[in-house]
C-alpha cells in the first residue's frame, strides 16, 4: 500500500496559475454562447435534453472506465510496478466525468475527448516526460525484472548499499517527538 507519493514537475512545461481566474471567466462565458447558438438551431428543450443526457452518459461512462481502470492499477501495484500511466488516465477519466457532469455543451465535448483511449494516450506521452512521481513509505518495489530508468537528482541503493540507523536530534528528520519523518 502507498503512504504518499512526491511529484515533481517541470514548471517552466504547465499552464502558470495565473492562467486560472481568466479560465474561470471565459469558460462559462464561452459555455452560455454555445448554449444560446445551439438553442436558436436545435431549440429549448432538445438543448436541455442534450445536457441532461449528457450528464447521464457521463456518469455511465465514468463508472465503467473508472473501474477497468482501477483493476489495472491494483494489478500493477500487486506485480510490484508503480501504475503511472493508468494513474494519469484514472485522473483524465475522473476529469472527463466531472466536464460532463458540469452542465455546458463545450465541457461535454472535451470530456467526451477525455474517454478515448487515443486522446488520454496523447495526453500520457505529454505528461510522463514533465511529471515525475516517486514512491514515500517504500510502498511499491520494483518487479526483479524491471529495467531501471534514471530520474534527475534521485539515487537508488540497493538493499545492502545502505544502513538504517537513529536519527541524531539535530538532524531535519526527527519530528520533535524523537520519531522520523517519512
Known amino acids: 500500500m502507498m503512504s504518499g507519493s512526491i511529484v515533481s514537475t517541470n514548471r517552466e512545461n504547465f499552464m502558470p496559475l ?3 481566474p481568466l479560465l474561470l471567466l471565459i469558460v462559462p462565458i464561452l459555455e452560455i454562447t454555445v448554449f444560446i447558438l445551439v438553442g436558436n438551431v436545435i ?11 449528457s450528464a447521464i452518459i457521463g456518469a455511465l461512462l465514468l463508472r465503467s472506465q473508472g473501474i477497468s481502470t482501477l483493476l489495472r492499477i491494483q494489478k500493477e501495484v500487486a506485480a510490484g510496478r508503480v501504475p503511472g ?10 476529469v472527463a466525468g466531472v466536464l460532463l457532469l458540469t452542465p ?18 496523447a495526453g500520457w506521452r505529454f505528461l510522463k516526460s514533465r511529471v515525475v512521481a516517486l514512491p514515500m513509505g517504500g510502498g511499491w518495489r520494483r518487479a526483479p525484472d524491471a529495467p531501471s530508468r534514471p530520474v534527475a537528482g534521485v539515487v537508488e541503493l540497493e538493499v545492502e548499499e545502505f544502513e538504517r540507523r537513529p536519527a541524531s536530534p539535530d538532524s531535519p528528520w526527527v519530528d520533535g517527538r524523537g520519531g522520523t519523518l517519512h
Open 85 to 94: 500511466r493508468d494513474m494519469v488516465h484514472g485522473v483524465m477519466i475522473v
Open 104 to 121: 455546458g455543451l463545450v465541457t461535454d465535448a472535451v470530456g467526451y475527448l477525455l474517454f478515448i483511449p487515443a486522446v488520454r494516450e
Open 18 to 20: 495565473a492562467l486560472l
Open 43 to 53: 431549440g429549448l428543450w432538445p438543448t436541455l435534453g442534450l445536457v441532461v443526457g
